[in-house]
């Protein structure tokens, strides 16, 4: 018989009842089960539930592989409950983490038998915990209690209570029946006068399917109906059989099958209609009676069909009533399927429907072909994960059922993935059962179970190679792995420097440009505006670098998808001071007693501290680029120079500034320099004169002249110049050495007549500039000179 369903817990339904609730653990070695309960007894019909936990060594590092419980074993090895056809369709299992829930729906006697729960690992181990749950179904009982005699009425007085072997709440509320009829009645015990024809039943209230057995009040022969099963399914266009057992304490009158719901549905309800004068069910009946059973045969059923039925018959003085439930029918147009569990030896294949005993006969089929022999409920060969099976009931086809077929991992949307973008994998594998999913990044397992891995913001972290398994009571399969690239513009670009300390001249430097981007970026480098360079390469290289090299520098970055720029970076090229230059102002004629200013200056990285000396002396004249005599006087003459310096060297330049004659000393320069220039042009003349007569003396035949011995003479009459008038000459020449190629003039005046006076200074007065370059190391000197010649007047007393 098949029963409604029934939840565990006492105090809700009140009729499952745990004997024992001693936890009783089981195990060694940290290897154990625990078990709520070691004996449960529970009322026939109803559902029970039986819990456990277990553990194992944390040390072995395994997961738990199986779980499942068993009563029997099949050549040693446990039988998962699941594949015994006795329990098909009555069974679940609940686990969580270390505990497990076996739940067996519609009890039946038969299922009293002691229940084991076992788990295996990834490592091949396993357990089995003992004792196990013993399991107890009982039905319940009318129980007849004292009684004395009525003879006025020929009744009995009696107690009738109703009972079970397993003890039931003693809050329960309690259904009474008699003679199928419903009395209002909801204790456990019920007192009346009995009379030799009635029947009495119970149930409780919570659960009203099934009632207790029939009893007689009086006696052993009454009235009774007593459905062979409580509930019944059959397939859509099937046939069916509904039965029933009865007896009664008179001859009856008449008998019939009818159904409540369609009595509702008549003109008068207290009187309902034989199934077999229903035109609903008009050829499609069939009624068999014979020797206190009958049977009710229902043809090519329709889903309109589901209904309660119920027997009813009439004597002369009695009939049944219908309050005492009948038989349920449930037509269904199909539910056949293969159930696959795994066992001990491998998966298991069942064809299962709600509407089908274990009494029922199947065909089985491999690859739609049928395979002979095969008629259990329960596939008895090897299984296959390559072949795909399927099972039959009469003209019903089940679905075959097969392991996950090779599939692929498609993306949506396809194109170049962006970041930011709403990136979707999708997984779709053919598998019956329905595939479970598990998705890879790579070697990674991620914590995504789903069909579909959406991105719903794609970064560029998320980019590499992703597939998925899909894996299945039958087996398992592995998709082709999808490359996710994500592109995306360059990110802004950071400018380094290395070394990052100072930068000296002369040394190696570089200049890298990083930003991230993809597809990779191209650079290119300024200095200022101006391009440096152009390409992949990021970085650029400086082998001596030098103080011209000074400067901002930037780089732009730049892909397919956009382009950007750094910041600018100031590379600041340190170095020791250049050749100091140097000028004496005013550059016109320096009058004595005026103010003379002496200039120093050079190119230097840090700029260069400046410090002036004399000739001969050790203190310094002054510090600074500038260096003034105010009241410039003779004792002023001598030699003066500059000393350029800074961290990275030093660099000198040299002065000479010496005093010579008066004023009247430019007159008489200028007179000397008339005089000279007459001698040369009449030595000239007197040459070219002679040259003249001597190639005509040629000419004649005569005497012929040594033109070198002529030459000569003109040469040594040149030469030959008064030395007492070269003290008069005055002039100034400016000359720089290392490349410098302009020459400063100044002051080139002409002769003045010469006074011959006895306060007349001889000599020239002149400035000569003499430059000494230093080494970038401190101490050493190379001096270079050039001459600055100026004019230096004195006025007369």
Same mark, same amino acid.
């Given at each position: 018989?098949?029963?409604?369903?029934?939840?565990?817990?006492?105090?809700? =339904?009140?009729?499952?009842?745990?004997?024992?609730?001693?936890?009783?653990?089981?195990?060694?070695?940290?290897?154990?089960?625990?078990?709520?309960?070691?004996?449960?007894?529970?009322?026939?019909?109803?559902?029970?539930?039986?819990?456990?936990?277990?553990?194992?060594?944390?040390?072995?590092?395994?997961?738990?592989?199986?779980?499942?419980? #068993?009563?029997?074993?099949?050549?040693?090895?446990?039988?998962?409950?699941?594949?015994?056809? /006795?329990?098909?369709?009555?069974?679940?299992?609940?686990?969580?983490?270390?505990?497990?829930?076996?739940?067996?729906?519609?009890?039946?006697?038969?299922? @009293?038998?002691?229940?084991?729960?076992?788990?295996?690992?990834?490592?091949?181990?396993?357990?089995?915990?003992?004792?196990?749950?013993?399991?107890?179904?009982?039905?319940?009982?009318?129980?007849?209690?004292? @009684?004395?005699? =009525?003879?006025?009425?020929?009744?009995?007085?009696?107690?009738?209570?109703?009972?079970?072997?397993?003890?039931?709440?003693?809050?329960?509320?309690?259904?009474?029946?008699?003679?199928?009829?419903?009395?209002? /009645?909801?204790?456990?015990?019920?007192?009346?006068?009995?009379?030799?024809?009635?029947?009495?039943? =119970?149930?409780?209230?919570?659960?009203?399917?099934?009632?207790?057995?029939?009893?007689?009040?009086?006696?052993?022969?009454?009235?009774?109906?007593?459905?062979?099963?409580?509930?019944?399914?059959?397939?859509?266009?099937?046939?069916?059989?509904?039965?029933?057992? *009865?007896?009664?304490?008179?001859?009856?009158?008449?008998? #019939?099958?009818?159904?409540?719901?369609?009595?509702?549905?008549?003109?008068?309800?207290?009187?309902?209609?034989?199934?077999?004068?229903?035109?609903?069910?008009?050829?499609?009946?069939?009624?068999?009676?014979?020797?206190?059973?009958?049977?009710?045969?229902?043809?090519?059923?329709?889903?309109?069909?589901?209904?309660?039925?119920?027997?009813?018959?009439?004597?002369?003085? #009695?009939?049944?009533?219908?309050?005492?439930?009948?038989?349920?029918?449930?037509?269904?147009?199909?539910?056949?399927?293969?159930?696959?569990?795994?066992?001990?030896?491998?998966?298991?294949?069942?064809?299962?429907?709600?509407?089908?005993?274990?009494?029922?006969?199947?065909?089985? *089929? /491999?690859?739609?072909?049928?395979?002979?022999?095969?008629?259990?409920?329960?596939?008895?060969?090897?299984?296959?994960?390559?072949?795909?099976?399927?099972?039959? *009931?009469?003209?019903?086809?089940?679905?075959?059922?097969?392991?996950?077929?090779?599939?692929?991992?498609?993306?949506?949307?396809?194109?170049?993935?962006?970041?930011?973008?709403?990136?979707?994998?999708?997984?779709?594998?053919?598998?019956?059962?329905?595939?479970?999913?598990?998705?890879?990044?790579?070697?990674?397992?991620?914590?995504?179970?789903?069909?579909?891995?959406?991105?719903?913001?794609?970064?560029?972290?998320?980019?590499?190679?992703?597939?998925?398994?899909?894996?299945?009571?039958?087996?398992?399969?592995?998709?082709?792995?999808?490359?996710?690239?994500?592109?995306?513009? +360059?990110?802004?670009?950071?400018?380094?420097?290395?070394?990052?300390?100072?930068?000296?001249?002369? @040394?190696?430097?570089?200049?890298?440009?990083?930003?991230?981007?993809?597809?990779?970026?191209?650079?290119?480098?300024?200095?200022?505006?101006?391009?440096?360079?152009?390409?992949?390469?990021?970085?650029?290289?400086?082998?001596?670098?030098?103080?011209?090299?000074?400067?901002?520098?930037?780089?732009?970055?730049?892909?397919?998808?956009?382009?950007?720029?750094?910041?600018?970076?100031?590379?600041?090229?340190?170095?020791?001071?250049?050749?100091?230059?140097?000028?004496?102002?005013?550059?016109?004629?320096?009058?004595?007693?005026?103010?003379?200013?002496?200039?120093?200056?050079?190119?230097?990285?840090?700029?260069?501290?400046?410090?002036?000396? /004399?000739?001969?002396?050790?203190?310094?004249?002054? @510090?600074?680029?500038?260096?003034?005599?105010?009241?410039?006087?003779?004792?002023?003459?001598?030699?003066?120079? =500059?000393?350029?310096?800074?961290?990275?060297?030093?660099?000198?330049?040299?002065?000479?500034?010496?005093?010579?004659?008066?004023?009247?000393?430019?007159?008489?320069?200028?007179?000397?320099?008339?005089?000279?220039?007459?001698?040369?042009?009449?030595?000239?003349?007197?040459?070219?004169?002679?040259?003249?007569?001597?190639?005509?003396?040629?000419?004649?035949?005569?005497?012929?002249?040594?033109?070198?011995?002529?030459?000569?003479?003109?040469?040594?009459?040149?030469?030959?110049? +008064?030395?007492?008038?070269?003290?008069?000459?005055?002039?100034?020449?400016?000359?720089? +050495?290392?490349?410098?190629?302009?020459?400063?003039?100044?002051?080139?005046?002409?002769?003045?007549?010469?006074?011959?006076?006895?306060?007349?200074?001889?000599?020239?007065?002149?400035?000569?500039?003499?430059?000494?370059?230093?080494?970038?190391?401190?101490?050493?000197?190379?001096?270079?000179?050039?001459?600055?010649?100026?004019?230096?007047?004195?006025?007369?007393?």
């Amino acid at each position: 018989m098949r029963g409604a369903a029934m939840s565990l817990p006492a105090a809700a =339904c009140g009729f499952v009842l745990f004997l024992l609730s001693l936890q009783v653990i089981q195990g060694q070695n940290n290897w154990g089960v625990t078990y709520t309960s070691t004996q449960i007894c529970a009322v026939k019909g109803s559902t029970v539930e039986i819990h456990c936990s277990y553990t194992y060594p944390s040390r072995i590092n395994a997961t738990v592989a199986r779980t499942f419980w #068993f009563t029997k074993l099949q050549d040693k090895e446990p039988v998962d409950l699941r594949t015994d056809s /006795k329990y098909l369709g009555r069974v679940q299992y609940s686990c969580h983490e270390k505990s497990c829930t076996l739940r067996i729906s519609d009890l039946r006697e038969s299922d @009293s038998v002691v229940y084991k729960f076992m788990f295996t690992t990834n490592h091949g181990g396993k357990y089995s915990g003992s004792p196990g749950v013993s399991l107890s179904v009982r039905g319940l009982q009318v129980q007849i209690r004292g @009684s004395r005699s =009525c003879f006025s009425k020929t009744c009995t007085w009696a107690e009738l209570k109703c009972h079970s072997s397993c003890s039931l709440p003693g809050r329960s509320s309690y259904l009474w029946y008699k003679n199928g009829e419903k009395i209002n /009645k909801e204790t456990s015990s019920y007192s009346d006068y009995f009379y030799p024809p009635d029947s009495y039943s =119970c149930a409780l209230n919570a659960y009203k399917d099934p009632p207790s057995p029939s009893v007689c009040g009086h006696g052993h022969s009454c009235n009774t109906v007593m459905y062979t099963d409580r509930s019944v399914c059959a397939f859509k266009g099937s046939s069916v059989d509904i039965s029933c057992m *009865y007896s009664s304490y008179e001859s009856i009158t008449s008998k #019939f099958w009818f159904s409540p719901e369609r009595s509702r549905r008549w003109q008068n309800p207290s009187q309902p209609e034989d199934l077999s004068t229903d035109s609903q069910y008009t050829g499609r009946v069939h009624v068999e009676t014979e020797r206190g059973r009958s049977t009710l045969r229902i043809s090519d059923l329709r889903e309109s069909d589901s209904a309660e039925y119920h027997f009813k018959f009439k004597t002369p003085n #009695f009939e049944w009533r219908s309050s005492l439930p009948g038989t349920t029918l449930t037509v269904t147009d199909q539910d056949l399927q293969v159930q696959v569990i795994w066992s001990s030896t491998g998966p298991k294949l069942i064809c299962h429907s709600s509407c089908l005993t274990d009494r029922s006969s199947f065909l089985w *089929y /491999k690859n739609g072909t049928m395979i002979q022999g095969e008629r259990s409920p329960s596939y008895g060969g090897q299984v296959d994960p390559a072949d795909s099976y399927s099972c039959s *009931y009469q003209k019903y086809r089940s679905t075959p059922v097969y392991a996950p077929k090779p599939f692929s991992v498609s993306r949506t949307p396809p194109g170049d993935i962006m970041k930011n973008d709403s990136v979707t994998l999708t997984c779709s594998s053919d598998a019956n059962p329905e595939a479970k999913y598990t998705w890879y990044k790579g070697n990674q397992k991620l914590l995504i179970e789903e069909p579909q891995l959406v991105f719903s913001s794609i970064q560029p972290s998320d980019s590499g190679q992703y597939y998925c398994s899909a894996q299945n009571e039958l087996g398992r399969r592995t998709s082709e792995a999808v490359f996710i690239n994500v592109n995306y513009a +360059p990110m802004l670009p950071s400018v380094s420097v290395s070394p990052s300390a100072e930068i000296v001249e002369g @040394s190696s430097v570089t200049l890298t440009c990083s930003s991230d981007a993809n597809p990779a970026a191209n650079y290119t480098w300024y200095k200022e505006n101006q391009i440096l360079l152009q390409g992949p390469e990021s970085i650029y290289h400086f082998t001596s670098i030098s103080s011209e090299d000074r400067g901002n520098y930037h780089c732009k970055s730049e892909n397919e998808f956009g382009r950007t720029n750094s910041t600018s970076l100031l590379l600041d090229v340190q170095y020791g001071p250049k050749l100091p230059s140097v000028s004496v102002s005013p550059s016109a004629e320096i009058v004595e007693g005026s103010s003379v200013t002496l200039t120093c200056s050079s190119d230097a990285n840090p700029a260069a501290n400046y410090t002036w000396y /004399k000739e001969n002396e050790d203190s310094p004249k002054a @510090s600074g680029q500038i260096f003034t005599i105010t009241d410039f006087r003779a004792e002023h003459s001598g030699k003066y120079y =500059c000393e350029a310096q800074n961290r990275r060297g030093r660099q000198n330049s040299t002065l000479h500034l010496i005093v010579v004659a008066g004023a009247w000393k430019s007159a008489a320069t200028g007179t000397i320099t008339a005089v000279l220039l007459v001698i040369l042009l009449l030595a000239a003349f007197l040459w070219i004169r002679r040259k003249k007569k001597s190639v005509t003396q040629q000419s004649k035949g005569g005497e012929r002249l040594d033109n070198r011995a002529q030459i000569n003479m003109g040469t040594a009459a040149t030469q030959r110049q +008064p030395t007492e008038q070269e003290d008069d000459l005055n002039y100034s020449i400016i000359s720089f +050495p290392q490349n410098q190629e302009d020459a400063l003039y100044s002051n080139i005046r002409p002769p003045q007549p010469r006074r011959h006076t006895e306060e007349q200074d001889d000599g020239v007065d002149y400035t000569t500039v003499k430059t000494e370059n230093a080494s970038s190391a401190p101490g050493t000197r190379r001096q270079d000179d050039f001459a600055l010649y100026s004019t230096v007047n004195k006025t007369q007393h």
